[in-house]
Protein backbone atom coordinates (compact mmCIF):
# COMPACT_ATOMS: atom_id res chain seq x y z
CA UNK A 1 0.00 0.00 0.00
CA UNK A 2 2.72 2.59 0.72
CA UNK A 3 4.16 2.16 -2.73
CA UNK A 4 0.63 2.91 -4.28
CA UNK A 5 0.18 5.45 -2.26
CA UNK A 6 3.63 7.10 -3.45
CA UNK A 7 2.41 6.14 -7.15
CA UNK A 8 -1.04 8.08 -6.55
CA UNK A 9 0.93 10.41 -4.98
CA UNK A 10 2.79 11.19 -8.13
CA UNK A 11 -0.03 11.16 -10.62
CA UNK A 12 -1.84 13.85 -8.47
CA UNK A 13 1.26 15.97 -8.72
CA UNK A 14 0.62 15.79 -12.32
CA UNK A 15 -2.91 16.97 -12.09
CA UNK A 16 -4.67 13.63 -12.13
CA UNK A 17 -7.98 14.13 -10.15
CA UNK A 18 -9.89 11.34 -11.68
CA UNK A 19 -12.71 9.12 -9.55
CA UNK A 20 -10.90 6.13 -10.15
CA UNK A 21 -7.75 7.40 -8.22
CA UNK A 22 -9.21 8.70 -5.36
CA UNK A 23 -11.11 5.03 -4.63
CA UNK A 24 -7.78 3.38 -5.50
CA UNK A 25 -6.17 6.03 -2.86
CA UNK A 26 -8.71 4.94 -0.32
CA UNK A 27 -7.86 1.09 -0.79
CA UNK A 28 -4.91 1.75 0.45
CA UNK A 29 -5.86 3.67 3.07
CA UNK A 30 -8.16 0.92 4.42
CA UNK A 31 -4.78 -1.26 4.14
CA UNK A 32 -3.29 0.94 6.58
CA UNK A 33 -6.06 0.66 8.63
CA UNK A 34 -6.62 4.43 8.48
CA UNK A 35 -10.18 4.65 8.40
CA UNK A 36 -10.12 8.41 8.29
CA UNK A 37 -8.02 8.87 5.21
CA UNK A 38 -10.11 5.89 3.23
CA UNK A 39 -12.88 7.74 4.07
CA UNK A 40 -12.07 11.50 2.64
CA UNK A 41 -10.54 9.51 -0.11
CA UNK A 42 -13.73 7.63 -1.10
CA UNK A 43 -15.55 11.06 -0.51
CA UNK A 44 -13.88 12.85 -2.85
CA UNK A 45 -14.34 9.95 -5.60
CA UNK A 46 -17.69 10.36 -4.73
CA UNK A 47 -17.57 14.50 -5.43
CA UNK A 48 -16.13 13.74 -8.51
CA UNK A 49 -18.29 10.85 -9.64
CA UNK A 50 -21.47 10.47 -7.56
CA UNK A 51 -22.27 7.07 -9.51
CA UNK A 52 -18.60 5.36 -8.60
CA UNK A 53 -20.08 2.08 -7.64
CA UNK A 54 -16.88 0.94 -6.19
CA UNK A 55 -16.18 4.18 -4.11
CA UNK A 56 -20.10 3.83 -2.85
CA UNK A 57 -19.04 0.26 -1.85
CA UNK A 58 -15.82 1.06 -0.30
CA UNK A 59 -17.01 4.01 1.63
CA UNK A 60 -20.24 1.32 3.08
CA UNK A 61 -17.67 -1.58 4.04
CA UNK A 62 -15.54 1.44 6.27
CA UNK A 63 -16.96 0.44 10.15
CA UNK A 64 -18.80 3.38 11.62
CA UNK A 65 -17.21 5.01 14.92
CA UNK A 66 -13.94 5.51 15.75
CA UNK A 67 -10.85 6.62 14.55
CA UNK A 68 -7.93 5.40 12.44
Do not use: K, M, Y
Request: no cysteine.
Amino acid sequence: PQDGLAAFSRARALGIDTAWLHNEIGIAWVRLRRRDEALAAFSRALEIEPGHREARLNLRLIPAGGRN
